[in-house]
């Protein structure tokens, strides 16, 4: 197996493939994403939208479409709108360093999600009114797409890319198997071709105001999700709305399962500890 590990977007990254094919070029997408998407990053693509309102840049606009996209699909689930309330809450570094700060965050008050208005045309990406945009609840499925399209344009039929628990998978592993991922609790499933995406309160987690707090925003209250399901796990055609979609499932629950079946996609959710499927999930389950 030909493989390569490294470090992007504050997670772990893992490329592997039979093919072979130097990974190096495909790792140097990573991160010239994470440099152009991250809000953490003064220089990013994302922070010049915030603060300059408007940007021209064709692939910024796909990925802001998409997001968009998903919280229609959503009912308003998944929303990029949130970056004030991640910021209030107290995620307004990278968790490295708000792990470790002693004193812990206060958490603020934010403008609704819905007081920042975007409009994107032509591969011009534009917001007004109060907010900041963040897109961490799909650039990285969104990138883990790109490596994998790249992939496939060098004539790789067989991979897999996991972004820090987003993956994307195509044709069969080193031994002519269909790729296994594992979906937590013993759980796994069994893919030849799509995404799975897990999103979880577990991580990510610190304490606001002597609160606990986690980085999964329920955009109708501008502050962390207090619904019961606390992991979930998408099985669909691509990463980025598998990201979106799991991210969406925490925040706001009952509507973001409207947009599973928008999307054509399958969930596993732990809701009060208790693990549940949509009805064409056991499907891919091994």
Known sequence: MNTRTFGAMNTDWWIGTPAGLDLAPFEEMVHAAERRYSRFRSDSLLSRL??????????????????????????????????????????????????????????????????L????????????????????????????????????????????????????VAGRDERGKPWVVGAGDGLAVSLEAGAVCTSSTSRRRWRAAGEDAHHIIDPARGGPSRHAVTDAVVVARDAATADALATALIAQPEAALAGLAASGAEALLRREGQWEMTEGMRRWLV
Do not use: H, M
């Not at 919280?71 to 307004?92: E, H, K, M, N």
């Not at 975007?118 to 534009?126: F, L, N, Q, T």
């Not at 897109?135 to 992939?151: C, H, P, S, Y």
């Open 50 to 115: 915030n603060r300059e309102r408007c940007v021209q840049d064709a692939d910024l606009a796909d990925l802001v479409t998409r997001a968009l996209e998903v919280g229609v699909a959503t009912q308003g689930a998944f929303d990029p709108r949130i970056g004030a309330a991640l910021s209030a809450a107290g995620y307004d570094r990278t968790f490295e360093v708000l792990r470790d700060r002693a004193d812990g965050p206060q958490l603020a008050f934010a403008p609704p999600a819905d007081a």
């Open 117 to 168: 208005r975007i409009e994107v045309e032509r591969g011009i990406v534009r917001i007004s009114g109060t907010g900041t945009l963040d897109l961490g609840g799909i650039a990285k499925g969104w990138t883990v797409d790109r490596v994998a399209e790249q992939l496939e344009a060098a004539g790789c039929t067989d991979y897999l890319v996991d972004g820090g628990g987003d993956i994307r």
